[in-house]
């Protein structure tokens, strides 16, 4: 973060983990925090061609934090593929998780080439924007999704997981000045603008 975004930002000096011995955190949240911070799962499901792939729509899609490099994200994106985790359940027609993640990552991949004669890791930023605002919308080839709506697919399956996994990590709730999980200590001071003397801040 340049100093200029730092001095911007509302919660630039909060650290949430500047909390780890306090009694916001007991030792239950203390190892699931630890396993959080430290865990890189091996790639088991997408191919390394694939896993390319998902890193360079990461990189576009997702907030930067350093600690939180896109192929991170990626291969979290990947274990939970590989165990075959979601919310339980998926809008009418579209294919299992596995099938989805597949199918959405390839389609990506052609829509890229079709429009830039190119792969898709290997455009340009903004040729990569161009390509996944495109997909957002539904401006797509519609043979290349085979069955996938590649608007759902956009927003439900990308934007939502990149997104829950980002903001499970600290980096990105001292982005947001979130005090991290309300057990034990719990949150007391819910009206609108309070907050409890132990919560960040903002700047300003």
Not at 54 to 79: C, G, Y
Not at 182 to 199: K, N
Request: hydrophobic share 40%; charged share 25%; with cysteine.
């Amino acid at each position: 973060m340049t100093s200029e975004k730092k001095a911007l930002a509302p919660y630039a000096d909060y650290d949430v983990l500047a909390k780890w011995e306090t009694p916001s955190f007991d030792d239950v949240t203390r190892g699931v925090l630890s396993q959080r911070l430290s865990d890189v799962p091996e790639r088991r499901f997408f191919s390394q061609e694939e896993l390319a792939l998902l890193t360079a729509v990461v990189e576009r899609l997702a907030p930067f934090f350093s600690a939180l490099p896109a192929s991170l994200i990626a291969l979290w994106i990947d274990d939970c593929v590989e165990r075959n985790l979601g919310e339980g359940f998926r809008n009418e027609g579209a294919p299992p998780l596995r099938e989805s993640w597949r199918n959405g990552l390839t389609a990506i991949d052609g829509e890229a080439r079709g429009r830039f004669s190119s792969s898709f890791a290997a455009l340009k930023p903004e040729e990569r924007d161009l390509t996944l605002r495109a997909i957002q919308s539904g401006k797509v080839d519609a043979a290349l999704w085979r069955g996938l709506d590649p608007a759902s697919f956009f927003t439900d399956t990308l934007l939502k997981t990149i997104a829950g996994l980002v903001y499970a990590h600290p980096s990105a709730w001292n982005d947001i000045g979130f005090g991290g999980p309300a057990s034990p200590r719990g949150y007391v001071r819910l009206g609108f603008d309070e907050r409890d003397p132990w919560e960040a801040k903002a700047r300003g």
